[in-house]
């Protein structure tokens, strides 16, 4: 129905910048709300930022003034703009898609579309 594919990670030094990509294919007139989470081994899934058709954007704390979550319509992807990037900061990173926005959540329960995760690695 819907395809994802993250592309992008690497590793990198603490301080430093990477730029994720997800491309989306498939029925994607069915997306309202677009978003990355990331997950560290033995850890849970994080919503790290989130994004409405119209471009409404949200941030997790950890993340705020440092990530930029952004969508090129046309082209059907979107991107993660990652800064000031930390050791913490490593982890799996996914993309996801979800069928309703809900303004006061968010949750992994609330996206039935995943890409398969890029790794990000950041070194002190």
């Known amino acids: 129905q819907v395809q994802l594919v993250e592309s992008g990670g690497g590793s990198v030094q603490a301080g430093g910048s990477l730029r994720l990509s997800c491309a989306a294919s498939?029925?994607?007139?069915?997306?309202?709300?677009m978003a990355w989470f990331r997950q560290a081994p033995g850890k849970e899934r994080e919503g790290v930022a989130r994004i409405d058709r119209i471009g409404l954007a949200s941030y997790a704390d950890s993340v705020k003034g440092r990530f930029t979550i952004s969508q090129d319509a046309a082209k059907n992807t979107l991107y993660l703009q990652m800064n000031s990037l930390k050791p913490e900061d490593t982890a799996m990173y996914y993309c996801?898609?979800?069928?309703?926005?809900?303004?006061?959540?968010?949750?992994?329960?609330?996206?039935?579309?995943w890409g398969q995760g890029t790794q990000v690695t950041v070194s002190s």
């Open positions: 996801a898609a979800a069928r309703a926005y809900y303004y006061t959540r968010f949750r992994t329960d609330d996206f039935a579309y």
């Open positions: 498939g029925y994607t007139n069915s997306i309202a709300c």
